[in-house]
């Protein structure tokens, strides 16, 4: 079973850069496909990024295409999202998960969840 740890949020000015990172423990995270998600207040969990275990296929929300990318460091067991250029309405709390069989955009889907971190986009 593996445990996931987010980082990295906090306050960014709009237009700004932001990394996220998921660390994991008890587990390999290159044994699981991965994304990220993220609930702004009021709203229901969405699907942001994820990224396959093997040949590393990604994919992405419309809404933040060609602005976050998410990545793989196996070395260092973490799933990163990078954010530039963020805007008000990314402001979310943002959540790492990971499951053991299939890319899903389905949040109901994943196995593993982080508690979350937050990322305001303000000026």
């Known amino acids: 079973q593996v445990q996931l740890v987010e980082s990295g949020g906090g306050l960014v000015q709009p237009g700004g850069s932001l990394r996220l990172s998921c660390a994991a423990s008890?587990?390999?995270?290159?044994?699981?496909?991965s994304g990220w998600f993220r609930q702004a207040p009021g709203k229901g969990r969405e699907f942001v990024a994820s990224?396959?275990?093997?040949?590393?296929?990604?994919y992405y929300v419309n809404s933040v295409k060609g602005r976050f990318t998410i990545s793989r460091d196996n070395a260092k067991n973490t799933v990163p999202l990078q954010m530039n250029s963020v805007k008000p309405e990314d402001t979310a709390v943002y959540y790492c998960?990971?499951?053991?069989?299939?890319?899903?955009?389905?949040?109901?889907?994943?196995?593993?969840w982080g508690k979350g971190t937050l990322v305001t986009v303000s000026a």
């Open positions: 998960a990971a499951r053991r069989l299939g890319i899903t955009t389905n949040p109901d889907d994943m196995d593993y």
């Open positions: 008890g587990d390999s995270l290159s044994n699981y496909d």
């Open positions: 990224i396959s275990r093997e040949n590393y296929i990604t």
